[in-house]
Every structure is written in C-alpha cells, then in structure tokens.
C-alpha cells in the first residue's frame, strides 16, 4: 500500500479545520474539548508549512442568523438566537495562534461566495457548508492546481469535520496525512479505520524530520 499512500511531502498542503474561537477557546459558545490544548501543536506546525513555502489552507465555518447555510444539528440553535461562528464576530476568527499577522481577518462575504481568501504568499482560508473539506467548495480544483499529492489535516473535532475531510481526500486519491498531536477529539478506533485505509498518522515532531529530509 506504500506504493500509493505514502506522503509526499514536498507535493503536500495542510489543511487546518475549524480552529476558530468559537470552537477552540476555554469557555467559547461552542467549545470543543481538548481543542484549546493542541492549540501550540497546530501553530508549530503552521510555522513548519510556513517556512517550508508549502501550502497551507484554513478551513472555517461560518453561520447565518437564519440558519439557512446551518447543519441541520445546529440550525434550531442559530436560527433561536444562539449566535455561532457569526460572520464578522471574533467568535469566527481564526484562533490567535493561527494568523499569519495579527490584523488577519475573514472577508465573510468573499469566503461565503465560494472564494478562497488569500492571506499570505502560500496561504489561503477557505469557508466550507458542511462538515468535510470538499462538499460544494473549490479546494480540489485549487490543490490540483497547486499540484499537491498529499494531505496533513489537522483541526477541531475528528469524529465530525477532520475525519469527513480525511475521507473525502481518500476518495479523490490523495495521499492524506493526520497530524495525530495537533486534532481534538482523536481515539483508538478512529486511529484503527483510518489505517486501514492508507491515512498516515504523524505528530508534529515526525513530520518536522520528514521535512528535514525532503
């Protein structure tokens, strides 16, 4: 299986999934256990990307008052008032730690149009509708321009949005990587399935010799 699943990291991209204050600060609205503690994982190895001149995109969600772009889990909440990923609130932002500058913020109405939002040399944010990376967005046609292989995921929550991501790359044959130190919400069976179809788990450090070697 080494053949076709191997990384290639200097053809990679990493995606970094819903880790916007919302979802990833103490006490936020929509907290995510154990997101704020990979928080220093995630930006060592956003820097790696960075200094490699490797892509990196950042994958958010963002949604309307009336609920009308909502998961359906969630739309009763949004549309009675409980305000998520709001756009143009900093409960949608990025995550301190994550911004190529502190000044770095989403163009709602960009993202919302299905464009991709440059934010630096290699570096875009990328608003998603649903929970992977893929459904009605432009990122494979952008990642097969960029000529990308392979995929490091990491973000918030795995059994929702990082693990759709990690299957909907499977299924478009890209060899997908995920970061196993820098995703919440990981567990021993998830790990087990995803091995066994070809996903790489790496943590930071592993992928940071990778690197060096490339």
Known sequence: MAEYTGPEFS?????????QNDFALPGAVAEI??????????????????????PVIHVVRLYLPDGTNVDLCRRSAVEGGTQIVHPGTDGAELVDALKPSPKTR??????????????????????????GA???????????????????VAGC?????????????????????????????????GRAELESIG???????????CVAHV
């Not at 053809?11 to 880790?19: E, N, P, V, Y």
């Not at 163009?107 to 040399?121: E, F, I, M, P």
């Open 134 to 152: 893929f459904y009605q967005t432009p990122l494979d046609g952008h990642l097969k321009r960029l000529g990308v292989t392979t995929l490091v």
């Open 33 to 54: 256990a154990g997101t704020a503690e990979i928080l220093p994982k995630m930006q060592e190895l956003v820097e790696i990307y960075r200094s490699s001149g490797w």
């Open 199 to 209: 996903v790489r788990l790496h943590t930071v450090g592993e992928i940071l010799q």
């Open 11 to 19: 053809k990679s991209a990493l995606l970094t999934i819903d880790t």
């Open 106 to 131: 989403l163009d709602a109405v960009r993202l919302l149009d299905g464009t991709l939002q440059s934010v630096g040399t290699w570096e875009w944010i990328m608003y998603k509708p649903r929970w």
């Open 157 to 189: 929550n795995f059994p929702n949005c990082p693990r759709a991501t990690v299957y909907e790359a499977s299924e478009r044959d890209y060899r997908v990587v995920l970061v196993s130190d820098a995703v919440s919400g990981l567990y021993d069976r």
